[in-house]
């Protein structure tokens, strides 16, 4: 128990840190509750990535959206052909971890996904539409880099401009936050991502 309250007092601590101390407009963030952290959950196999790796009950920082235009990169989900675990999601996962490590980013950022109907591939079908936000051009364009080589016909690095927002379904998928990448473990918890593919 004592446990439980010492656990819910650090998360606390760091949400109010994170809200006073952050350059970024705090309605452009999110903040998790920490009250809703389950220390059972601290030191459980991280079995996407194959690492296994003590977790602390801390969240990440998203860095919002600005309700600006912004080119995607989209991905024809229909015919991604992925052969590892965690999917595209975790390919994705995989380039931003090796990139923040190898270019020790030690700053905020969110990479955001949209999926919606689309016909830019020839066909009708579902796409997922991603923008990334905090984190610097070179990073996107390595990530749109990795994923053509990889999916070849499947990605659009420049796709049509959006306007992001969550009332239209964006959710954050891929926070970075001091060296950290981290993963949805669900609709309410987070993992880091402490291998790549």
Wanted: glycine share 8%; with cysteine; hydrophobic share 35%.
């Amino acid at each position: 128990m004592a446990d439980d309250e010492a656990v819910a007092r650090e998360a606390r601590a760091l949400k109010t840190k994170t809200k006073t101390d952050h350059p970024i407009k705090e309605n452009d963030m999110d903040y998790e509750n920490p009250k809703d952290a389950s220390p059972s959950d601290a030191s459980t196999k991280n079995s996407i990535y194959g690492a296994t790796r003590p977790i602390t009950p801390t969240f990440p920082t998203l860095v919002g959206l600005t309700g600006r235009e912004i080119s995607p990169i989209e991905l024809d989900v229909d015919h991604l052909q992925v052969e590892t675990s965690g999917g595209w999601l975790g390919v994705i996962h995989s380039i931003t971890r090796k990139w923040v490590t190898a270019n020790r980013f030690n700053k905020r950022g969110t990479i955001w996904v949209w999926f919606s109907p689309s016909v830019n591939f020839g066909h009708h079908g579902m796409s997922a539409f991603l923008v990334v936000y905090g984190l610097p051009s070179k990073f996107r364009n390595q990530l749109g880099a990795e994923l053509s080589r990889r999916f070849n016909r499947s990605v659009r690095v420049n796709s049509d401009y959006v306007t992001p927002n969550r009332a239209d379904g964006w959710a954050a998928q891929c926070p970075v936050e001091e060296g950290r990448v981290w993963a949805v473990e669900d609709g309410a918890s987070w993992r880091e991502v402490v291998a790549w593919l």
